[in-house]
């Protein structure tokens, strides 16, 4: 907490266990205690295997903890029902995933105005919407792509049009450079200082030495073994 | 005997609430001593997942509850023929002395029921729980009367005996019979019409008011109460008669034959409906004060206030039609 501002996220005595009970019971995240500023990027470092991705999901309300609590602006969201968790994840959160998810066969632009359907907002409004995204992400001639016809890098950029369809306030990213060269990582982190600027709360997964080194990055939460174990 | 779709169902339906049912009690005196909001515990945490579980499946049987009161009414009348002396329901009911009795379970339950579904209603709505001890503790409590009910509903499947001589309506509900269906059966025409009109206006006027203002969400309940108890006695009194054109015949069951149309089905579907909805208005109204429930208990107890309205008055003017199309003359002008 920071003069009296609630922190945007806040982890307290975080636990997450997969195959409870059973013989392969396996510990991902052992006692993670972390608050996320708000209007801040946030890069959680770790080997594979460290919990990071787990902390994610955790985070924007794909998995529930199996002890311990998440608290987003200071409302406990780790025990909400389903009905109030997908409110929360369409309106606060937007993801980008490893492997981006685009569904294949789709256009770049009915990719990105997809999670925004259950809004009931009028069509016009999307496709506005959307094509300002894609604009801004030098996307603007592809709209009418269909995905698999689109470069990793551009997959990358339809992706982080999708997370920001919902303007979300904060945007998640799982190891967002890891299937993209030097130039594709460079052009990403330009495209997140941007989102920076614009005063979103920015939490990514890498171990990429570009992400985790970069400028654009406030704070690096180094992670093993399901715990935090260094920052800086 | 009991190899009758409908008796089946009916039997299956309740095996199916009393095993959730068990299956949740365990689970609901966890809740009971141990539910800890503040408290980020694996237990806690087990139990805030599990309750949205045990809520849905509780609410799934419950519901199912509802609709077996009619069907159970339905059976009773469709297998009057197969019981020398049954003319209607109330003859299978009488084949034993469990039949009645199972269906005044089942009706108790029927608002009992629909009470703990408006409660878990608005705790589902709020974002912390807030009625998670209550509507656990309230479905102990309704454990044993459903219980009771699957087994006296067992029992007078399972005794329906062909060979049994049974009672027709025409004793149970005579007036010279001493039973209270008897007694308000042998209220005079007029004074029961005033009293039918009157309850029934107040329980329609109590519900409006709080459908359109917000107030007297106790004074609903109490009115529907009010109103459901005039509307069973305004049908063995007079609007029976009405029905069958008969100076002497008020049976409540009779109306549900296929020779009247049905008729009775569209008097007490809105009926209990009405009380249902009027009655769970006053079983939420306590939690209006609580925090997360300020905005949630006004807008479902208004909502469940207009369903109550929209009942008591659709079974008043059904009955008022069904009394202005009769050629019995009860009343001298």
């Known amino acids: 907490m920071l003069d009296g501002v609630p922190d945007m996220i806040e982890l307290a005595g975080i636990r997450k266990a997969f195959n409870q009970g059973q013989h392969n019971e396996y510990w991902a995240l052992n006692g993670i205690d972390l608050a996320i500023e708000a209007n801040k990027v946030t890069a959680l470092r770790g080997p594979s295997g460290s919990g990071k ?67 009931g907002e009028p069509r016009r409004e999307l496709l506005e919407r959307a094509e300002g995204l894609l604009a801004r992400l030098n ?20 992706a982080i049009c999708r997370a920001l369809i919902n303007d979300p306030e904060a945007l998640i990213a799982d190891e967002p450079t890891a299937n993209l060269d030097t130039h594709l990582a460079k052009e990403f982190m330009a495209i997140l200082e941007g989102l920076a600027g614009e005063g979103r709360t920015i939490l990514l997964t890498s171990h990429d030495p570009l992400v985790t080194e970069s400028d654009v990055v406030d704070r690096v939460v180094e992670m093993r073994d399901g715990m935090i174990v260094d920052e800086r | 005997m009991i190899f009758q779709p409908a008796i089946i169902a009916l039997l299956l339906s309740s095996a199916i609430c009393v095993l959730a049912l ?78 009645f009795p199972a269906l005044n379970a089942k009706i108790a339950l029927f608002f009992l ?30 454990a044993p009367l459903l219980a009771a009910s699957a087994w006296t509903e067992a029992q007078f499947f399972l005794n329906l005996k062909a060979d049994v001589i049974t009672s027709c309506c025409g004793s149970l509900f005579s007036e010279g019979s001493k039973t209270l269906a008897a007694e308000a059966s042998a209220l005079e025409p007029l004074p029961a019409m005033i009293l039918f009109y009157g309850a029934m206006g107040l329980a329609i006027g109590m519900s409006s008011l709080h459908w359109s203002f917000g107030r007297g969400g106790y004074g609903v309940a109490v009115a529907s109460v009010l109103g459901f108890a005039a509307a069973i006695a305004g049908i063995l009194s007079f609007i029976s008669l009405y029905i069958y054109e008969h100076p002497h015949h008020h049976c409540p069951f009779c109306v549900l034959k296929p020779e009247y149309d049905y008729q009775g089905y569209a008097l007490y579907l809105p ?34 206030a207009a369903i109550a309205s929209i009942g008591f008055l659709l079974a008043t003017a059904v009955a008022t039609a069904m009394i202005l199309r009769s050629n019995l003359v009860l009343l001298d002008h």
């Open chain 2, 22 to 99: 068990a299956a949740s009690a365990p689970f609901a005196f966890e809740v009971i001593r141990r539910w800890d909001i503040r408290s980020g515990s694996e237990r806690q945490l087990k139990l805030e997942r599990r309750t949205y579980l045990f809520s849905t499946l509780l609410a799934f049987v419950l519901v199912a509850q509802l609709a077996s009161v009619l069907l159970f009414v339905f059976n009773a009348e469709k297998m009057s023929g197969m019981f020398v002396g049954a003319m209607c329901a109330v003859g299978t009911l009488n084949v034993n002395p469990y039949g």
């Open chain 1, 53 to 119: 991705t787990t902390l994610l999901t955790l985070v924007g309300c794909l998995a529930r903890p199996t002890e311990g609590r998440v608290r987003l602006k200071g409302e406990d969201i780790s025990g909400l029902p389903e009905r109030f968790l997908t409110e929360i994840r369409r309106r606060t959160f937007g993801f980008v995933f490893q492997q981006f998810n685009l569904i294949k066969g789709l256009t770049a632009l009915d990719n990105i105005i997809l999670p925004a359907y259950p809004t």
């Open chain 2, 271 to 304: 009926l209990f409906v009405a009380t249902a909805a009027g009655l769970a208005v006053g079983a939420i109204r306590p939690f209006a004060r609580i925090a997360s429930l300020k905005s949630i208990v006004p807008n479902a107890s208004r909502r469940l």
């Open chain 2, 113 to 142: 029921a629909a009470m703990w579904l408006a409660i878990n209603h608005v705790d589902s709505r709020a974002r912390d729980y807030p009625l998670v001890r209550i509507k656990y503790g309230l479905l102990l409590l309704l």
């Open chain 1, 139 to 158: 996307l603007g001639h592809r709209r009418d792509a269909k995905v698999e016809w689109l470069s990793g890098g551009e997959q990358q950029r339809v």
